[in-house]
C-alpha cells in the first residue's frame, strides 16, 4: 500500500518526467554544434564549436513546426564532387566557411600535431566549419571507395558566427543536434 504523501510523490515525479519529456517550460534546448578548423599559432587545429542561438520552430512554409536555425552572413555556395580514394593535400580553407559534406568519408589530419585528426562521414552529421585561412594548414583525404560531394558555402569576408567552443579537437557526438 502507498501512503498517501509517497503517491503524491510519484505523481509528481511523474509529471516532472513527462514534462522534460515533452520539453514542457522551456527546459530544454537543442543547438548546432559542428566540428571546426581554426588558425592557431601559425598552424590549424580542431575545436567543437556550438552555435550560439539554439533551433528554434519554424514558421517556414513547408517546414512549420520542424526546428531551424537561421544562419547568415554566407556569401555563396559551391556544389563539389570528390572521386573515390581522392588526396586533398594540405591546404588552407579557401575561404571561411561551412562545408556540408553530403556523402563519403573524410579524413582530416593536423601535419603539425600528429595527435590532432577528425573523421567526418557525409550525411545527416556531415556540416563542419573549415576557418584556418592562415598558417599551414590541414591534411584532406578522401579514403573511401564512393565519391564525395560537398557544398563549400563561405561567409561574408571577415564574419565569423557566434558561437561557444566547447572543447580542443573534433566533436565527440553521435548527432551534431544536440538537445540540453
Ligand atoms: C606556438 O608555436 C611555436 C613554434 O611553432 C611553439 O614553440 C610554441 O610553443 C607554440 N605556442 C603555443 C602557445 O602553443
Ligand atoms: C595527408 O594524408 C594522406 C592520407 O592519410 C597521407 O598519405 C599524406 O602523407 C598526408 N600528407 C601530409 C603532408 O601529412
Ligand atoms: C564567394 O564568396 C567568397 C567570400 O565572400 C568570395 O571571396 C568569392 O569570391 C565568392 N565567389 C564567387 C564565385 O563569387
Redesign the pocket.
Known sequence: MFSKSSLVIASTVLLSSLASALSIGGRSTTYLEATTLVPKNGTSALECWRFASPLSTSAGAGTAGASTLVIDNL??ATYTVIPPRFEGGVHNAP?AQLVAFLSGTIHITIPTDPSAEAWVQGGINGLILALDTTGSGHNTSYPGNVETRALQI????GFVPDHVVLYEGPCQIHSQVVTI
Open positions: 556569401a555563396n575561404h563561405p561567409f561574408d569576408e
